[in-house]
């Protein structure tokens, strides 16, 4: 799997945006399906990765059901099926700081 991922932060809100270039993923399967649009809307737990895995037993003990989950570096996440619902995924995750090679998180403008 191979995917573009490029993100910023407005206010108190997190952007992403998210190129799918090939191998089994979320995105391209999204696009194939739907064709272009929000793919999904995430909450973000900080109190612990204890709390995460809760709040997804909850989400899973009153029957929504998990359409992916996934694991980047420190980063969990977990997409929720609600697209009937909502029109978008829910997405649930740590959204940990990811200590990654310089080549794969970067920042702009560069930080000096």
């Known amino acids: ?3 573009y991922i ?10 992403e945006v998210i190129q799918p270039e090939y191998g089994p993923n979320p995105y391209g399967d999204f696009l194939r399906e739907r064709g272009p649009g929000i793919h999904h809307v995430k909450e973000s737990v900080y109190a612990g990765d204890e709390a995460l895995y809760a709040w997804i037993g909850e989400l899973k003990d009153k029957g929504h059901a998990l359409s992916y989950e ?6 969990i996440y977990y997409y ?5 619902e909502l029109g978008a995924h829910y997405e649930v995750g740590n959204s940990a700081a990811v200590s990654g090679h310089p080549r794969l998180v970067g920042h702009y403008p560069e930080e000096t």
């Open 6 to 15: 490029a993100f910023t932060r407005v206010g108190n809100m997190h952007v």
């Open 80 to 84: 929720v099926d609600t697209y009937g």
């Open 1 to 3: 799997m191979k995917i």
């Open 70 to 75: 996934g694991r980047y570096m420190e980063d």
